[in-house]
């Protein structure tokens, strides 16, 4: 059959009122809803918020309506670090997103403008297609855009620069910015016949207007600050006149730069083993790629689990779209029957990857994990959302999610085997910016 016939339409719905269960269904997910519906209560009663390996609770970001899930994570990695330096409770103190969403979106734009500048054979009908320029600038980012961020401009205290409306709400700012971005990528095409030097003066003042444009809707940076607070002896503390990058250096005694993306992506075009990096995925230009290395899933969970025993979190990437309870906090790969309602073979990982219908969407961080027989049977994963929602910020994930929708675990080299880091020194595939990773 190759044309939908009006006439088989009628034979269809004449075999499906033939069967009288599918009239309940009909009528229930009209009621309240595919979810309600499809929701596996013996899944529901197996969830248990108890961990043999856990990291001890500390305060819970809220991105709000936000994309800086990235930025979280990578706070969230460092703030216990940072606050016992600062021998302050880690339930009280917070580090500012705000600050280093500010220096993201001035970073991105940038390495914008020196993409454009330095193709000397820019072709514009051939580079729209590319992802970098149709996406301008954007708000999700990755561990090594944190990294980057952070080595280059420091950190500072949430009160120094809170978050603000646009920040906690950024979707209008994203869009005004990214469209004065690609205002100024036409002015530099049209002076593409000039000197790369008159070039890169054009960009410093575009750098100048998109300073304005963020310190106007978030705030102006601090290049130097006070900060008083006390430490948990009682004792008043004020640090005068320090830098972000300063403060940093003192109080974040972390080396990110040990700690590396491992990920599972068995997709029809990749291969386990090996290193791969995202072509023109950068905020800071030429310090910031995105690399990876493709491990089966199982290595994934035992580095993870290694990394946890020395009382660190992993930051997480995943697909969190699918099969979760969001009220709740609840992740399990069978939550909804589906299958069983609808009568349909769901996708297999690799199916899901390589047809574009699961994707690396939220960071979050692993703070716990549960072991029966030296096997990980749940994870207790926190999110940015505030503690007033899912299991007062957490969620509980089933071994079986981890499976299906968990991508990357950032791990530190140290519990790297030697044929594991060797992978590092390989030649890097690179893969286009809009894959699902």
């Given at each position: ?316 990437g995943m697909e969190v779209r699918k099969m979760r309870e969001r009220q709740m906090g609840i992740m399990d790969a069978k939550l909804y029957n ?100």
């Amino acid at each position: 059959m190759k044309h939908i016939e009006y006439s088989f339409l009628k034979k269809i719905d004449e075999e499906y009122q033939q069967d009288k269960t599918n009239k309940i269904i009909e009528n229930a997910i009209k009621n309240v809803g595919i979810q309600k519906v499809c929701l596996n209560h013996d899944v529901m009663n197996t969830f248990y918020d108890i961990f043999n390996i856990e990291l001890p609770k500390s305060k819970i970001y809220n991105q709000v309506e936000s994309q800086r899930c990235w930025i979280h994570a990578g706070v969230n990695l460092i703030k216990n670090n940072v606050a016992k330096n600062l021998n302050v409770d880690p339930n009280e103190y917070a580090l500012s997103i705000n600050y280093l969403a500010f220096l993201d979106k001035l970073e991105k734009a940038n390495a914008l403008y020196n993409q454009v500048i330095e193709k000397d054979d820019f072709n514009f009908d051939q580079e729209i297609h590319e992802s970098y320029l149709k996406m301008g600038v954007y708000e999700e980012g990755y561990y090594s855009f944190f990294k980057a961020l952070v080595k280059k401009y420091g950190i500072v205290p949430e009160s120094v620069m809170p978050d603000v409306e646009s920040s906690k709400r950024s979707e209008e700012l994203t869009k005004i910015f990214r469209e004065k971005v690609k205002k100024d990528v036409f002015k530099l095409l049209k002076e593409k016949k000039q000197s790369k030097e008159k070039l890169y003066e054009l960009k410093a003042n575009m750098v100048k207007e998109n300073y304005h444009i963020l310190a106007k809707c978030l705030g102006e940076l601090p290049f130097t600050f006070d900060y008083e607070y006390k430490d948990r002896s009682g004792k008043c503390i004020k640090l005068s006149q320090i830098t972000p990058l300063e403060f940093s250096r003192q109080y974040l005694t972390m080396d990110l730069d040990n700690f590396i993306s491992v990920v599972h992506l068995p997709m029809y075009n990749k291969e386990y083993y090996k290193l791969y990096r995202k072509k023109y995925n950068e905020n800071i230009f030429d310090h910031s790629y995105v690399e990876w290395i493709n491990m089966p899933v199982h290595i994934l969970k035992d580095l993870a689990i290694k990394q946890l025993k020395d009382g660190v979190p992993v930051c997480v990437g995943m697909e969190v779209r699918k099969m979760r309870e969001r009220q709740m906090g609840i992740m399990d790969a069978k939550l909804y029957n589906y299958q069983e309602v609808f009568g349909f073979e769901p996708l297999t990982k690799e199916e899901a990857l390589s047809m574009y219908e699961i994707r690396y969407q939220h960071c979050m961080l692993i703070t716990g994990v549960h072991l029966e027989q030296d096997k990980p049977v749940r994870w207790k994963i926190e999110d940015s959302y505030g503690d007033d929602i899912h299991k007062n910020g957490y969620y509980i994930m089933n071994d079986n999610y981890f499976d299906e929708f968990v991508f990357e675990v950032l791990i530190d080299q140290k519990y790297l085997s030697t044929e594991q880091l060797e992978i590092l020194k390989q030649e890097p595939i690179l893969v286009d910016m809009d894959e699902p990773f």
